[in-house]
């Protein structure tokens, strides 16, 4: 029965802190208060506390520095990759800035090999001041899409200019790894060379299988999440 009754004050301890991460009354940075509080607040052993804080990490809503504290690495923004990042973070209350850093005829010869010409778009997102990701952007240098480097987006927005070029996505596949910048993509997050991002491609086709878009993206872990639902097995 004592065990039952640990694991339910540790489940709603963890419920309790979930929530204010993620209604963002603990923001992204924030410190979390000492065990010694959380236990008092709580009225819980310290015990309790550090296994609640251990799943809250697990779940990447905080990180815990020894001898330090704990801190609030999620900032509770969900991401909607069918409307776009930088909508789906505004949406989610996010001051986001897109630089576009470029559009150019061409791209990775081996997406060319494999897909045919294309037209890339780079961009940098930032949430506040602090750069998030830096996304490029391969698509089909057909029709419209091809005139790009001189007509520029639709709205600024890749999503936007893909519907109004008549290429909707209707599958695909994506790739995630954790990988270190190299020094031209960490000058541009105002990173150290070599720190670990997440590296994400996005492959997405349309209908008839063809290429809708081809997208590398270097994601700040702290910022970023990807969450997989998958049916139950029978």
Same mark, same amino acid.
């Given at each position: 029965? #004592?065990?039952?009754?640990?694991? #339910?004050?540790?489940?709603?301890?963890?419920?309790?802190?979930?929530?204010?991460?993620?209604?963002?009354?603990?923001?992204?940075?924030?410190? @979390?208060?000492?065990?010694?509080?959380? %236990?008092?607040?709580?009225?819980?052993?310290?015990?309790?506390?550090?296994?609640?804080? %251990?799943? @809250?990490?697990?779940?990447?809503?905080?990180?815990?520095?020894?001898? !330090?504290?704990?801190? !609030?690495?999620?900032?509770?923004?969900?991401?909607?990759?069918?409307?776009?990042?930088?909508?789906? @973070?505004?949406?989610?209350?996010?001051?986001?800035?897109?630089?576009?850093?470029?559009?150019?005829?061409?791209?990775?010869?081996?997406?060319?090999?494999?897909?045919?010409?294309?037209?890339?778009?780079?961009?940098?997102?930032? %949430?506040?001041?602090?750069?998030?990701?830096?996304?490029?952007?391969?698509?089909?240098?057909?029709?419209?899409?091809?005139?790009?480097?001189?007509?520029?987006?639709?709205?600024?927005?890749?999503?936007?200019?893909?519907?109004?070029?008549?290429? +909707?996505?209707?599958?695909?596949?994506?790739?995630?790894?954790?990988?270190?910048?190299?020094?031209?993509?960490?000058? @541009?997050?105002?990173?150290?060379?070599?720190?670990?991002?997440?590296?994400?491609?996005?492959?997405?086709?349309? +209908?008839?299988?063809?290429? !809708?878009?081809? !997208?590398?993206?270097?994601?700040?872990?702290?910022?970023?999440?990807?969450?997989?639902?998958?049916?139950?097995?029978?």
């Amino acid at each position: 029965m #004592s065990e039952q009754v640990g694991r #339910s004050k540790r489940s709603q301890l963890v419920a309790e802190i979930a929530t204010e991460i993620r209604t963002g009354r603990l923001g992204h940075g924030e410190r @979390l208060p000492g065990e010694n509080q959380l %236990a008092t607040r709580y009225q819980v052993s310290r015990g309790t506390v550090r296994s609640a804080l %251990a799943e @809250l990490q697990r779940r990447e809503l905080i990180t815990t520095e020894t001898g !330090v504290g704990s801190f !609030v690495t999620f900032d509770g923004k969900e991401l909607d990759q069918q409307i776009g990042w930088a909508r789906a @973070l505004a949406e989610g209350g996010a001051d986001v800035g897109t630089e576009l850093l470029g559009i150019a005829a061409g791209g990775d010869p081996a997406v060319e090999e494999q897909y045919g010409p294309v037209v890339t778009v780079r961009r940098l997102r930032r %949430a506040g001041s602090q750069p998030v990701s830096i996304e490029v952007s391969a698509l089909p240098a057909v029709g419209a899409l091809a005139d790009l480097p001189t007509t520029g987006l639709v709205d600024d927005s890749i999503t936007a200019t893909l519907r109004a070029a008549g290429r +909707q996505g209707v599958g695909g596949e994506q790739w995630i790894s954790v990988e270190p910048l190299d020094a031209a993509d960490a000058a @541009l997050l105002e990173r150290t060379p070599g720190e670990l991002f997440l590296r994400a491609i996005r492959v997405t086709r349309d +209908q008839n299988g063809d290429l !809708v878009e081809y !997208v590398v993206s270097w994601l700040d872990p702290q910022r970023f999440r990807f969450h997989l639902s998958f049916p139950a097995a029978r």
